[in-house]
Nanobody, 111 residues
Framework: QVQLLESGGGLVQAGGSLRLSCAASGGIFSIYAMGWYRQTPGKQRELVARITSGGTTIYTDSMKGRVTISRDNAKNTVYLQMNSLKLGDTAVYYC?????WGQGTQVTVSA
């Protein structure tokens, strides 16, 4: 089973930036598609960005142009660079691969 550990969340002012990291262990990282999702209370978890093993990326429309997903196979880590953050980006951000999930990292955007 793959273990995923997110980090990099925190409190940031609107317009600011954060970079989230997700370190994977217990599997063959390089062959996995990796995804970042987010969830707010009372809402379903939604996809933010996804990157395939070959580096193809997709982004949710609400964050397109403001986020970049990348991966470092040598470090078994996937990143989510988030810029121009908005109040509505406040959520718990989760990393996912092969049906496994991390514990999430809280991102709070303040006015």
């Amino acid at each position: 089973q793959v273990q995923l550990l997110e980090s990099g969340g925190g409190l940031v002012q609107a317009g600011g930036s954060l970079r989230l990291s997700c370190a994977a262990s217990g599997g063959i990282f390089s062959i996995y598609a990796m995804g970042w999702y987010r969830q707010t209370p009372g809402k379903q978890r939604e996809l933010v960005a996804r990157i395939t093993s070959g580096g193809t990326t997709i982004y949710t429309d609400s964050m397109k142009g403001r986020v970049t997903i990348s991966r470092d196979n040598a470090k078994n880590t996937v990143y989510l660079q988030m810029n121009s953050l908005k109040l509505g980006d406040t959520a718990v951000y989760y990393c996912s691969a092969v049906g496994c999930w991390g514990q999430g990292t809280q991102v709070t955007v303040s006015a």
